[in-house]
T-cell receptor
Framework: GENVEQHPSTLSVQEGDSAVIKCTYS??????FPWYKQELGKRPQLIID?????GEKKDQRIAVTLNKTAKHFSLHITETQPEDSAVYFC????????????FGTGTRLTVIP | EADIYQTPRYLVIGTGKKITLECSQT?????MYWYQQDPGMELHLIHY???????EKGDLSSESTVSRIRTEHFPLTLESARPSHTSQYLC??????????????FGPGTRLTVL
C-alpha cells in the first residue's frame, strides 16, 4: 500500500516568516494530494489539494508544489500569522473507487507573535 | 447543509461498559471511515466502509466493531470499554466513483474517556 512520510514533526516560525512542510509518497499511481489543517480541539479540514496533472497550486498565502518524478510534495505558507498555528497533515491517494487516503504523521506548526 | 454529525461529542464512562459512537452524514457519500486520534497526533484508520453491508478493518487493530446498514449511518461499538480506549474518534466520508478524488470530510469527533 501507499506510505506517506511527513517532515518536520514540529515547526516554529516567527510571525511573518514562511513555513514549509514536506511529504514523500511511495505509490507512483497516487494522483491526489490534499493538505488538512487541524486546530486544537477541532476536526481536520481541507485547506488545499493538488492533483497529479499540475505541478503547483496557490490560494492566497498557501501553496502546494508537486514533483511526481521524485514523489514528493510540499506545503508553503507565506506571511505566517498566529492563526496558522495548528497541526497540518498531508495525504496521498489513488483514484477514489476502492482506494483509501493515506495520511502523513502530521506537523505541529507554531507561529510565534 | 450537507455535513457529518457525531454523537456524543464527549463521553466519560466506566470500564466494562458497552458504548456506541454514532456517525451520520448528509453528504451523499458511499465511503465512510473511523479514525482514532490522540490529541494533535497521527490519524489511525481503524474501520472503513465502501457502502451498505461493506465493512473493513483499517491499519490500526481495534477491539471496536462497526456496521453499515444504511448509507448515511456508520456507528462504532465497543462491547467492553477499557482505559486503553481513551482517545478521540473521528468519523469521515468521501465519494467513491472511479473518476472521483478521495477528498475526505470529517465529523467533529467524539472524545472518549474510560475510567
Amino acid at each position: 500500500g501507499e506510505n506517506v512520510e511527513q517532515h518536520p514533526s514540529t515547526l516554529s516560525v516567527q510571525e511573518g516568516d514562511s513555513a514549509v512542510i514536506k511529504c514523500t509518497y511511495s505509490d507512483s499511481a497516487s494522483n491526489y494530494f490534499p493538505w488538512y489543517k487541524q486546530e486544537l480541539g477541532k476536526r481536520p479540514q481541507l485547506i488545499i489539494d493538488i492533483r497529479s496533472n499540475v505541478g503547483e497550486k496557490k490560494d492566497q498565502r498557501i501553496a502546494v508544489t508537486l514533483n511526481k518524478t521524485a514523489k514528493h510534495f510540499s506545503l508553503h505558507i507565506t506571511e505566517t500569522q498566529p492563526e496558522d498555528s495548528a497541526v497540518y497533515f498531508c495525504a496521498a491517494s489513488k483514484p477514489a473507487g476502492a482506494n483509501n487516503l493515506f495520511f502523513g504523521t502530521g506537523t505541529r506548526l507554531t507561529v510565534i507573535p | 447543509e450537507a455535513d457529518i454529525y457525531q454523537t456524543p461529542r464527549y463521553l466519560v464512562i466506566g470500564t466494562g461498559k458497552k458504548i456506541t459512537l454514532e456517525c451520520s452524514q448528509t453528504m451523499g457519500h458511499d465511503k465512510m471511515y473511523w479514525y482514532q486520534q490522540d490529541p494533535g497526533m497521527e490519524l489511525h484508520l481503524i474501520h472503513y466502509s465502501y457502502g451498505v453491508n461493506s465493512t473493513e478493518k483499517g491499519d490500526l487493530s481495534s477491539e471496536s466493531t462497526v456496521s453499515r446498514i444504511r448509507t448515511e449511518h456508520f456507528p462504532l461499538t465497543l462491547e467492553s470499554a477499557r482505559p486503553s480506549h481513551t482517545s478521540q474518534y473521528l468519523c469521515a466520508s468521501s465519494e467513491s466513483g472511479q473518476t472521483s478524488y478521495n477528498e475526505q470530510f470529517f465529523g467533529p469527533g467524539t472524545r472518549l474517556t474510560v475510567l
